[in-house]
């Protein structure tokens, strides 16, 4: 229901846009948030943003990354600027009903995007 694309390979300060696309269900009122994982380590928290387009990042993302959101479409994306090698990680969107930083809070998630940054 949510697939994520967009990933790749790419330098350090290069940019990524990364797109979460709903089917089979509307997502168009629901909060949607973007969590990464990295190898050996837990999944964390990104990005959110709620039904009404009020956003919340992670401190290690802030003023680099930016969420938008096309309601008509169902779809989000993940702008990422001045990616650094600590953001490399495999990327989920998730839907929810309510925003928060838990994963578990999440009801429906993508199938996650690698994004790889060299240095």
């Known amino acids: 229901q949510l697939q994520a694309s967009g990933g790749g390979l790419v330098q350090a300060g290069d940019s990524l846009r990364l797109s979460c696309a709903a089917s089979?269900?509307?997502?168009?009122?629901?909060?949607m948030a973007w969590f990464r994982q990295a190898p050996g380590k837990e999944r964390e928290f990104v990005v959110v943003?709620?039904?009404?387009?009020?956003?919340s990042y992670a401190d290690s993302v802030k003023g680099r990354f930016t969420i938008s959101s096309d309601n008509a479409k169902g779809t989000v994306h993940l702008q990422m600027n001045s990616l650094r090698p600590e953001d490399t990680a495999v990327y989920y969107c998730?839907?929810?009903?309510?925003?928060?930083?838990?994963?578990?809070?999440?009801?429906?998630w993508g199938q996650g995007t690698l994004v790889t940054v060299s240095s």
């Open positions: 998730a839907a929810g009903r309510i925003p928060s930083i838990r994963a578990t809070v999440y009801d429906f």
């Open positions: 089979g269900r509307t997502f168009r009122s629901d909060t």
């Open positions: 943003i709620s039904g009404s387009g009020v956003t």
